[in-house]
């Protein structure tokens, strides 16, 4: 063997030697980083939140069920298969009922179908935090202030074949979190946040035959507030809105001419950064360069990111690679049961990664719908942490136009 030879081996030798330590730190690393808590948080995550207690009522599940008044939060394009020619919803949902009073969320929401494929929707979500009151550094009251945000959506859908259909919703966001109070002993001026997000959506049904018994098969896909950074001050800091891939699939059997049984899946991930890890000092703080900034350990540095590249590096920027990546997927399962139309039982169960929120609930609810009127209700019962919807009852209000028509015209 050659002098050259020998050192291109020893050299190879060598490399795989001193690589084995460093191999095992980086796996030691990568996975005490899996076992951190480390969430991703948004502005108005009010936006989040499901605003109906029939998707309330299966584990927050609804991109692919059969569409109603409030499709347009789950899947506008639902809206180009609904059945009648009209409808409304109201829904009310208490939050935080358990320590305080006057935090809720109302929804708004409606649709009309201009031609067999085609529908037009909007509604308006409205979320109060209650009277809160201000003070400074000195525990000196600068006053109270109710705390709200909005969000009003307007929706088409229409009708791309005979068994697919898409949808596009706009939304106007705005959030009023101190009422203009002034920060940092005066320093900043704050204001409230607005900005402007578009969905996309699309659904896909067909009817087949399972076991003899007529059954419909459906399939969604919503990618939700697609919008710009928001922000409550005039300073350069921004934050992301809740932009969210929503996936799910829906079967719905007709036992016979009385009962019918649906359940199915929804897969949701933000399409946001995650945050990454710093560099600490030998205090425990963050790392410091020269500039000031914070020094990255690992993932990517999320300042500098627009929400258009956000949704496409979302899917690869956890500091701990892929298996963080799939804790970022939230799984909602549900199932639906109708007697005669008229009467419904709901379940369903809501799983997400302890390092990344660690909600786990399950859902129980009912419908019931009489004439011109129906009612829907839901209730959630958590397995982990308290849930601001522990203990608490909410529900919605549905109006049947095409019923109320009928019902005068029978008078």
């Known amino acids: 063997m050659n002098f050259s030879r020998k050192k291109a081996v020893f050299a190879a030798l060598a490399a795989g030697v001193f690589s084995l330590p460093a191999k095992a730190q980086i796996s030691s690393f990568r996975d005490s980083l899996l076992g951190q808590i480390n969430t991703i948080t948004t502005a108005v995550p009010f936006l989040q939140i499901a605003p109906d207690s029939r998707a309330g009522g299966m584990g927050d599940y609804g991109v692919a069920t059969s569409p109603d008044a409030n499709s347009i939060h789950w899947n506008a394009a639902k809206l180009a298969f609904v059945e009648k020619n009209v409808g409304f919803s109201i829904s009310y949902t208490p939050w935080l009922r358990a320590l305080v009073n006057d935090i809720n969320l109302a929804y708004i929401s409606g649709y009309k179908k ?3 494929d085609q529908a037009i929707a909007g509604s308006l979500r409205y979320f109060s935090l209650g009277n809160i009151d201000f003070t400074n550094d000195n525990a000196e009251k600068l006053g109270s202030f109710n705390p709200n945000e909005w969000a009003l959506d307007f929706a088409y ?9 898409g949808g596009l919703a706009l939304r106007y ?10 920060i940092q002993n005066n320093t900043i001026q704050t204001r409230p946040g607005r900005s402007v997000a578009a ?14 018994k007529d059954a419909i098969l459906a399939f969604g896909l919503n990618i939700s507030n697609i919008g710009a950074k928001i922000s409550y001050t005039d300073t350069k800091a921004k934050d992301f809105i809740p932009m969210n891939f929503r996936l799910g699939s829906n079967l719905k059997v007709d036992l016979d001419s009385y ?9 949701n991930k933000l399409l946001v950064p995650t945050p990454p890890v710093y560099w600490k000092n030998s205090i425990g703080s963050d790392s ?12 990517k540095d999320p300042s500098n990111i627009s929400p258009a ?9 956890a500091p701990a690679g892929f298996e963080e990546e799939l804790k970022e997927f939230t799984y909602s399962i549900g199932a639906e049961y109708w007697y005669d139309k ?24 009912a419908g019931l719908r009489y004439n011109v009127f129906g009612l829907d209700f839901a209730y959630l019962i958590p397995t982990t942490q308290r849930n601001p919807l522990e203990n608490t009852l909410r529900f919605t209000l549905i109006f049947d136009f095409e019923g109320l028509k009928k019902e005068a015209a029978e008078e």
Do not use: C, M, P
Request: charged share 20%; hydrophobic share 35%; glycine share 12%.
């Open 114 to 116: 201009l031609k067999d």
């Open 157 to 165: 859908s229409r009708k791309l074949g005979e068994n697919f259909s």
């Open 173 to 182: 966001i705005y959030s009023n979190l101190t009422g203009g109070i002034a």
């Open 199 to 212: 969905d996309v959506s699309g659904y896909y049904n067909k009817k087949i035959d399972l076991s003899n």
């Open 259 to 267: 009962n019918t049984i649906s359940f199915g899946v929804d897969i």
């Open 288 to 299: 410091l360069d020269a500039a000031g900034n914070k020094v990255i350990r690992a993932g």
């Open 309 to 317: 590249q956000a949704i496409f590096s979302s899917w690869s920027d």
């Open 342 to 365: 008229q009467f419904a039982i709901r379940a369903g169960y809501f799983h997400e990664a302890a390092t990344k929120g660690n909600r786990k609930y399950f859902t129980i609810g």
